[in-house]
T-cell receptor, first 115, second 112 residues
Framework: EAGVAQSPRYKIIEKRQSVAFWCNPI?????LYWYQQILGQGPKLLIQ????????DSQLPKDRFSAERLKGVDSTLKIQPAKLEDSAVYLC?????????????FGPGTRLTVL | AQSVTQPDIHITVSEGASLELRCNYS??????LFWYVQSPGQGLQLLLK??????LVQGIKGFEAEFKRSQSSFNLRKPSVHWSDAAEYFC??????????FGAGTRLTVKP
């Protein structure tokens, strides 16, 4: 079974530029998550989708971050414009469903460096 | 709101020695508890999880964890550490909506 795919793996941009990350979850998984992991910290949940609807975006900085999950499968996370403090690894995860007993499976992440 | 504290930022153990990584959580109801491992440049891999029932949970790679409600703890243990166990370990707490909150992690170094 294929795991969670993410691209690109690495991205370097200058501040005020825009960037987008892509995630393809495990086939059949209804719930998709985006996390931000700053160096030396644990992952922080940014947004949670159930199929193609947002169910939790309470920690998403909505002035610059946006995410969508069209058709309830792939998802993109965008930052516009980027700031230095956005340098982090962005992790995508998916689970079969939303209930707490459903294991979240993580992709390898996209490492973003903002100069 | 739920939160997780991992008191040890970095732990060094000798290969073959036992290991215990500490995790304390704060959650208003019965929590879902998880331990994940992250190797350099890799995503997170689930080691084990607790939802209910037996408070001693067995996981992959020889790891186990014990849920102690009275101490709000979920410590991870391994009787004999291997060099390949060197990695970052994260404890997480979640609720019915799978809204996990992670601790800051503990970095494990294994001495030969």
């Amino acid at each position: 079974e294929a795991g969670v795919a993410q691209s690109p793996r690495y991205k370097i941009i200058e501040k005020r530029q825009s960037v987008a990350f892509w995630c393809n979850p495990i086939s059949g998984h209804a719930t998709l998550y985006w996390y931000q992991q700053i160096l030396g910290q644990g992952p922080k949940l940014l947004i949670q989708f159930q199929n193609n609807g947002v169910v939790d975006d309470s920690q998403l900085p909505k002035d610059r971050f946006s995410a969508e999950r069209l058709k309830g499968v792939d998802s993109t996370l965008k930052i516009q414009p980027a700031k230095l403090e956005d340098s982090a690894v962005y992790l995508c995860a998916s689970s079969l469903d939303r209930g707490g007993q459903n294991t979240q499976y993580f992709g390898p992440g996209t490492r973003l460096t903002v100069l | 709101a739920q939160s997780v504290t991992q008191p040890d930022i970095h732990i060094t153990v000798s290969e073959g020695a036992s290991l215990e990584l500490r995790c304390n959580y704060s959650y208003g109801a019965t929590p879902y508890l998880f331990w994940y491992v992250q190797s350099p440049g890799q995503g997170l891999q689930l080691l084990l999880k607790y939802f209910s029932g037996d408070t001693l949970v067995q996981g992959i790679k020889g790891f186990e964890a014990e849920f102690k409600r009275s101490q709000s703890s979920f410590n991870l243990r391994k009787p004999s550490v291997h060099w390949s166990d060197a990695a970052e370990y994260f404890c997480a707490v979640g609720g019915n909506n799978n809204d996990m909150r992670f601790g800051a992690g503990t970095r494990l170094t294994v001495k030969p």
